[in-house]
């Protein structure tokens, strides 16, 4: 995974509250058994003139030529709810989509993006509109930057500080596999398993019995 | 760590499934059971393997094709989904190569995730559950530690045996009191998302408990917690009661002779202590709460049955000004009408949400010896072969083809698009199902959410109405 340490970029402003993954990415744009080919799929629903066409249009915030090549969406709070398809954030990164700024996330789609290096930052509602407000007149030239080693989003004077939480930042930062690293604790996995099935026999063999005779 | 005594019931089934506390604030979960479905389970099996990494115990997984197949009677592999057979082929592929237990289309016992594993007794009070689909909190409802997770999350489940975790907050919702006659689980659910907000449960596992919540049944406590996440709570639990017991004694995979008995045991331990300590206790009256209806495209755009559509400017809030703007626009409304006003063109009862026996046998209630209003187009979608089976030998299905609705197969059906089978662009649909979201029955489909006794009104009157609304009309121009 590509470490995210640093990043500046455009940013669009998607101001409404609880944009769903619905929104991001629509269940008939989930095509192929695969991770891959998504990009286009994103927000089609706002993206697009009709429903399964590719014609632009312009009314939607990233296509208006000032916002071309954005990395990062500025979005209301809860921004990701719904659905816990992965796809809403693979859609996000093979778009481009580095960062989303938001004042909350739906929980299954902050851990999803932590495990694709995408990047959430949650800031008061009322920072955010203060940015996309600064940046309105020239995203192109007045780029924002979020650094997350000092947890810090900057655009011309404006500044803040954001948080979040330790173990995320140590993933994103260092583009980590989190099975591997999971994998360093197995003898412990392995002892506790052991354990627990002394004590909670009930819990396994119902299916360990039933399915041992299912399978060939 | 809580200090003894004043634990919560999720503080518990945290603590007995903590492999070890890491170094940066998370903990390493163990998980007792992982379920996939078609949508992401060949993708989630396939990465797994292209990493490097095997599927650490399969007895423990397991995978029901529900999201894309069809839910006409005689359904192949083939779907109205243009591509819906690739992700059949490569689910069915994939899970027997990683020797997983699979509920196939044609399978006596496939049906919807959320119904299927607490049916068979695969969930079970005091164990841990994840499963790529967001509705995995439904299962909460028997006492069990079950939440939606991504696809990625998923690769790691099947190759770790675990997760890791950061403690969500604890929450407790009490709802007192006793629910009026003819409101439901789905209503309280409704009624509670439109007061705190969509995010009202943000960051928390949320405790039902109260008078109103041990008077539900089972299958009403799942439909309770199976909208946890459109309050964006991490996951739901209830306590598990007498009932909880009855419901899973004799399943298929429940406990047996001396294993039964340790596990009741065990279970009559799964509640809050009684000094437990929540982050945030919400208060709801259970008399308070009606026939509940969503209006708009989220589900804390929701009314009681006798209120207005209301108006941008009856918010406080900017945001909740520009949502219901733009929320009315998307449903084709005016606001200040009666939301019993409004016509549909379709009614749809189904889903994880409300489509088991109790929701099958309450709409049926409602529509037996009646038709459904000229137009309006009726779809019934059993949550899954046995609930089928049960209903048929109930009568169920004849009375709701007497009316004129359609009698499915089990599956997800239409709660949302997917490419295949849609109600179409402008159709208005009251639904049992969960989410209310722009295009989520279809590009420009317009959905009202509601209990199966509201759908099942809705459809024999053409406009949403109460099943005590829908009699007492009747009573008046007999």
Known sequence: ?216 | MAMKGTSTLFDKLWSDHTVCDLENGEALLYLDRVFLHERTGAVALQSLHAAGYGVRDARHVFCTMDHIVDTFPGRGDKTLMPSGSDFILATRRETRAANVRLYDVDDADQGIVHVISPEQGLVLPGLTLVCPDSHTCTQGAIGALAWGIGSSEAEHAMATGTLRVRKPKNMRVMVNGTLRPGVTAKDLILHLIAKYGANGGAGCVVEFAGSAIQQLEVEARFTLCNMAVEFSAFTAVIAPDEKVEAYFEGKDFAPKGEHWRDAVDYWRTLRSDENAVFDIDLVVEAEQVEPAVTWGTSPEQAIGISACIPAAGDYAEAHRQEAATRALQYQGLESGNAITDIAVNAAFIGSCTNSRLSDLRAAAAVVKGRQIAPGVRGVVVPGSRRVKRAAEQEGLHRIFTDAGFEWRDSGCSMCFYAGGETFGEFQRVISTTNRNFEGRQGPNTRTHLASPETVAATAIAGSITSAEMLAKSESLSA
């Open chain 1, 1 to 216: 995974m590509k470490p995210f340490i640093s990043h500046t970029g455009v940013a669009a402003p998607l101001l409404q509250r609880n944009i769903d993954t619905d929104a991001i990415i629509p269940s008939r744009e989930m095509k192929r058994v695969s991770k891959q080919g998504l990009g286009e799929g994103l927000f089609a629903g706002w993206r697009y003139t009709m429903p399964g066409s590719r014609e632009l249009k312009p009314s939607f915030v990233l296509n208006k030529p000032e916002y071309e090549g954005a990395s990062i969406l500025l979005a209301g709070d809860n921004f990701g709810c719904g659905s816990s398809r992965e796809h809403a954030v693979w859609a996000l990164v093979e778009y481009g989509i580095r960062a989303v700024i938001a004042s909350g996330f739906g929980a299954i789609f902050h851990t999803n993006c932590i495990r694709n290096g995408l990047l959430p930052v949650c800031l008061p509602e009322e920072d955010i509109r203060t940015l996309a407000q600064a940046l309105s007149e020239d995203p192109q030239n007045r780029q924002v930057t979020i650094d997350l080693e000092q947890c810090l989003v900057r655009s011309g004077d404006l500044e803040w500080s954001f948080t979040l939480d330790e173990a995320a930042r140590y993933m994103l930062l260092n583009g980590l596999d989190p099975i591997a690293l999971t994998l360093q604790h197995r003898d412990l996995i392995d002892k506790y398993e052991q354990a627990r099935r002394r004590e909670h026999a009930w819990a396994y063999a119902p299916i360990e019995n039933a399915v041992e005779g299912v399978l060939p």
